[in-house]
């Protein structure tokens, strides 16, 4: 019955069979996180590094009603140009496919079928989380609560910026999600490498994270892990300048009624207009390196389950 709603690129399904390492890429990115052609170009330049380290690339999004595994240059280019590609998340994706439509798959949608898929490890930007003001608006993402259920590993550079991040890091631990700081004791927060707030564990091997991984779900403990991985140093932005921006950005928003799944691309889009684009570099070279270590672990913890398989 799966087979008839999920279409896996021959590639990714040989690699999956062969016990090859796959890393889930997210297509949001692509349709709405930055204009033409920087966002293909980005696209297949992150591709490109999960093969460069060793593992098999999978983006992910719904085209024409099917959830696609692994995407064509040809697909990305689409996505990247389309005009009327929804920003799908969980409850969106069985309509989506209803209606025969384009989606590009947000951290939790990007899980959902990555799991559907048998992929452990996704690598992205940033995880989204609970919003600034949620005390009123009650505005938290689906991301949160996929993390909870979902097994998949997120590599990211932290919850986005423009986030409450405190009580992001409260409802996931609530949830029972490890967060993991990759080569650090403190939670980066996006287009910074500091954030004021600790992590649950610092790992530094990457064959540490992968024997973690493997044991979580062999003992049957549900749902993913946030390893969290800061930008490095010289891509990362000043915090009082995006602070600022935020700022201005989130009274801007509610000025104008913009909530829901209109609050995070209106936010990023004023970011990137106050910093002059610098904002974009950032998030650019943050989800490069975010990948590079994603396909790493994919790479380790695929070698385990072979070794295991022996």
Known sequence: MLEKYLNINPEVKKALKDGQAVVAL??????????YPKNVETALAVEQIVRDNGAIPATIAIIKGKLRVGLTPEEIEYLGKGNDIVKASRRDIPFIVAKGLDGATTVAATMIIANLANIKVFATGGIGGV?????????????????AQTDVAVVCAGPKSILDIGLTLEYLETQGVPIVGFGTDELPAFYTSK??????????????????LKI????????????????PTEFEMNPAVINGVIGSALKEAEENGIKGKEITPFLLDRVIEHTSGASLDSNIQLVYNNVRVGAQIAVELSRKANNNCI
């Open 26 to 35: 997210e297509s949001t990115i692509i349709s709405h996180g930055m204009p």
């Open 216 to 231: 979580k779900w062999d003992l049957g403990l549900k749902g993913g892990v946030v390893i969290a991985n800061p930008i």
């Open 195 to 212: 954030s004021g707030f600790g992590v649950d564990y610092r790992v530094d091997k990457v064959e540490e994270l992968a024997e973690a």
């Open 131 to 147: 919003h600034r003001g949620a005390q009123q608006t009650f505005d938290i993402s689906a991301d949160l609560q996929e993390l």
